[in-house]
């Protein structure tokens, strides 16, 4: 089996730390820290099997969705060499005003 390096690409990124944040403000940073991290440990775990998501071509071409805990939505695209997550949406988000490079 190739496993494939999972690379976050900088929206994501921001979406991970805006998460956080949501989450502490609401929360506390232990309970911010635990759900981000599970969050990027669940995507690291495409590296095996990238295919699993859900083709979602209706958000961007070659675009795949995984949910986690089903309250945020993981997308990403594989390519040859690599998984790429491009966004993390949480549950209420509008996703019509997401772009997914």
């Known amino acids: 089996m190739i496993c494939l390096p999972?690379?976050?690409r900088p929206k994501a990124r921001d979406?991970?730390?805006a998460l956080y944040?949501?989450?502490?403000?609401?929360s506390d940073a232990r309970t911010a820290y635990e759900y981000t991290?599970?969050?990027?440990?669940f995507a690291?775990?495409?590296?095996q099997f990238?295919?699993?998501g859900t083709p979602r071509d209706d958000?961007?071409?070659?675009?795949?969705t995984l949910a986690y805990r089903r309250k945020t939505v993981i997308a990403?695209?594989?390519?040859?060499?690599?998984?790429?997550?491009?966004?993390?949406?949480?549950?209420?988000?509008?996703?019509?005003?997401?772009?997914?490079?």
């Open 59 to 64: 958000l961007a071409l070659d675009t795949r």
């Open 37 to 41: 991290a599970g969050i990027r440990q």
């Open 76 to 101: 990403y695209r594989v390519a040859d060499d690599a998984v790429f997550i491009l966004r993390l949406i949480h549950r209420g988000q509008v996703w019509n005003d997401l772009e997914f490079d």
């Open 6 to 8: 999972v690379k976050w």
């Open 15 to 17: 979406d991970l730390l």
């Open 50 to 52: 990238p295919r699993r």
């Open 44 to 47: 690291e775990s495409l590296s």
């Open 21 to 26: 944040d949501w989450i502490d403000a609401r």
